[in-house]
């Protein structure tokens, strides 16, 4: 009976794995946002896309701000400038890095700051593998990057359930 449990269980989290992460879906990891001071109206998340089959970022929404956006940092002669992006094309196999100085996601408008240690929710919009839900650990101000990136669950955003 002890030898069926663990086969059951197997088979249970092999099943999990496969409906996490479809075939050809979206591979998000790394997604980290900055703590930010009070009485700011904007903050930023970074993460890494990886779509195996090619897909488009479309949109990003939040409900923790008023409006989000994507955005990308370009250097114009000496000065360093920010213009929004339509869509963010994920090339077949190839990461793509959201990061700060780079491209990244802007939330405008925030209800309320964003706090070391708690998470903000984040729905991503593709072209191909639709919408995708994740909870997003806010790092300390000043963070350039995830403090989980290698640990515990891999650097994955971690899904949230999707809501219909």
């Known amino acids: ?54 897909d488009r970022l479309t949109g990003v929404s939040s409900p923790a701000a008023r409006e989000a956006g994507m955005h990308e940092m370009i250097q114009a002669g000496n000065i360093m400038k920010m213009r929004q992006l339509p869509a963010i094309d994920l090339p077949p196999g190839r990461t793509v890095t959201l990061h700060p100085g780079g491209m990244h996601i802007m939330l405008q408008g925030l209800k309320k700051p964003l706090r070391a240690g708690d998470t903000v929710s984040l729905t991503l919009d593709f072209a191909k593998a639709g919408k995708r839900e994740i909870e997003v650990p806010i790092e300390k101000i000043g963070a350039m990057g995830p403090a989980h990136a290698g640990h515990g669950h891999g650097g994955m955003a971690m899904p949230m359930p999707m809501h219909h």
């Open 1 to 54: 009976m002890a030898k069926f449990g663990s086969i059951l269980a197997g088979l249970l989290l092999f099943a999990g794995a496969a409906l996490a992460a479809p075939p050809g879906s979206v591979e998000v990891q790394n997604a980290w946002a900055r703590a930010t001071p009070g009485g700011a109206e904007t903050g930023a998340i970074y993460l890494t896309l990886e779509a195996p089959n090619g």
